[in-house]
């Protein structure tokens, strides 16, 4: 197969998990979703030359790349850095912690929020795109062994965040928050 045929067939085979990777990073909002993932494959259709056989961490890599550059780069995009680094509701922020918040779960969202970008990444990665170790450290651009270690450290410091909180969360349960 050629460079062509094979981007053909990563960008039929994988559009769509690309599309929700960076849809979850940018909380749906479609236009700019859109505008990410084109550029995701742009950049993916010029260096088709390094797409590997495993080509969706790789492209979730490049993707992380593009969501980065996005919020970095174009003071015309104000409001998606606004949405990404800066609006409490885009971290979970506005949920309430216990059993009488409308989202089951919704305490796990709150201590996610508490991370760093990097631990909410590689945390990411683990949960809502499934990858393993090996790929994990292509979209980190890392090897298996960092990316071992920073998922490590990723969830020690989730728990200790849901420990922080559990008093609070226990106290609610019981009726006594």
């Known amino acids: 197969m050629s460079n062509d045929e094979i981007f053909a067939a990563a960008y039929r085979e994988h559009y769509w998990a690309v599309s929700r990777y960076v849809a979850r990073r940018l909380d749906g909002h479609t236009s700019e979703v859109e505008e990410v993932v084109a550029e995701v494959f742009t950049v993916a259709w010029r260096r088709r030359d390094d797409l590997p056989d495993a080509a969706l961490p790789w492209l979730y890599g490049v993707a992380r790349n593009c969501l980065a550059n996005a919020v970095r780069g174009y003071g ?39 991370l760093s970008p990097a631990d909410r990444e590689v945390l990411r990665l683990t949960a809502w795109e499934e990858l393993g170790i090996d790929e994990i450290a292509v ?34 349960e019981h009726g006594h928050g």
């Open 76 to 114: 015309r995009r104000r409001r998606l850095v606004d949405r990404l680094g800066n609006d409490d509701a885009a971290h979970g922020r506005h949920i309430e912690v216990g059993p009488d918040a409308e989202t089951p779960g919704a305490w796990v969202h709150e201590a996610l929020a508490r």
């Open 139 to 172: 979209v980190l651009g890392c090897g298996s062994r960092a990316a071992s270690m920073r998922l490590h450290r990723a969830r020690r410091r989730l728990r200790a965040e849901i420990d922080r909180m559990s008093p609070a969360t226990a106290a609610k």
